[in-house]
């Protein structure tokens, strides 16, 4: 969450995750550079440096749990290196590493990041994160479509981690990230959706499918199987997390289940596993988190999922109206 108009606070987001029953991770994000310095944001929705520093202690004071089969933990998040200064980038590392916490940021999306790096810090945003501080085990960065080969080898020394957004990637026409070569070389990934604005569906199960299938166009038929997609999007995204007791099914790991219907009539006729990649239902029958049941034959338990489209609908409508 990088911007806060009309009193919004990110324990916004907290207090949502609560009431549905997820695992979250949300992240302070932020904004400091407006349109009139060259940013991304208008300039009556950035903020200052100081108040978002003080608010990235308050809400790791008031949220962050590391404790083990945490169901919340909070990260710190400027943007982009075009949406806030070198400062606030150094400074929130320094902050993170203090408070124990993780880091992340979007990185190298597109050719235009790559020539602003070039341009106002004379580097590419590899050799720029780690002169600030932005690598490490504790940090990931979104998107990564245009790594170098020596930016590949820096995030696997590092153990740097990375979210693959494929389907926010194809839409923005961003490239296409070198997933194979970063897995090659041993770079942590796991799977992102970027945000509604970019992605429209938010599928994780869609993105790992659109993984799968951009390496292969990109790098060749045998450049990714399925089942390689899908330990990116479980195993992956736990590691990229630093969560060493989520992302697979085990004893003494958090009781997260997903369960997927493979006797609906689009999986019919498929005997191999990878069938809930290549053929199988887009969404899940059941899922449990930390043991407790949130969704049930495809419904979510603990909200009115019809209820929450009509006031999305009706918000949606009040913007159109106002625009």
């Known amino acids: 969450m990088y911007l806060y108009p009309n009193g919004t606070r990110l324990e916004d987001t907290i207090h949502a995750a609560e009431a549905i029953g ?9 904004m400091s550079i407006g ?49 806030v200064s070198r400062e606030l ?35 590419r945003p590899g050799q720029y994160a780690e002169e600030l501080g932005w690598t490490g085990p504790d940090v990931w960065h979104a998107h990564c479509v245009k790594l170098d080969p020596q930016e590949v080898a820096l995030f696997a020394k590092t153990q740097t981690g990375v979210a693959h957004c494929p389907c926010s990637n194809c839409r923005l026409a961003s490239g296409i990230a070198p997933v194979r070569a970063m897995r090659d070389a041993g770079v942590p990934v796991g799977l992102g959706v970027d945000g509604s604005a970019s992605n429209d ?41 630093g969560r060493e007791d989520c992302g697979s099914l085990e004893v003494g790991k958090c009781a997260d289940v997903v369960i997927w219907d493979m006797d609906d009539v689009s999986a019919a006729g498929s005997w191999d596993p990878a069938a809930i990649l290549l053929a199988g239902p887009s969404l899940a029958r059941d899922v449990f988190v930390n043991g407790k049941q949130v969704v049930a034959d495809g419904q979510i338990t603990t909200l009115d999922q019809r209820a929450l489209a009509s006031q999305q609908n009706y918000q949606m409508r009040a913007l159109q109206d106002r625009i």
């Open 35 to 83: 349109e009139s310095d060259g940013g991304l944001p208008p300039d009556h929705l950035v903020e200052s440096e100081a108040a978002i520093l003080d608010d990235m202690i308050r809400v790791i004071d008031t949220f962050h749990d590391p404790s083990v089969g945490s169901m919340l933990r909070v990260g710190v998040a400027p943007c982009s290196p075009f949406s």
């Open 89 to 123: 980038m150094r400074d929130a590392a320094v902050l993170a590493r203090d408070k124990g916490v993780m880091m992340h940021t979007h990185l190298a999306e597109n050719d235009e990041d790559i020539a602003y790096s070039l341009e106002k810090f004379g580097m």
């Open 22 to 30: 997820m695992r979250f991770h949300p992240t302070r994000g932020a």
């Open 201 to 241: 569906v938010g599928n994780l199960i869609a993105e790992a499918r659109q993984t799968m299938l951009l390496q292969r166009v990109a790098f060749g038929a045998g450049a990714m199987s399925p089942g390689e997609a899908l330990e990116i999007s479980t195993r992956g995204g736990a590691k990229v997390l």
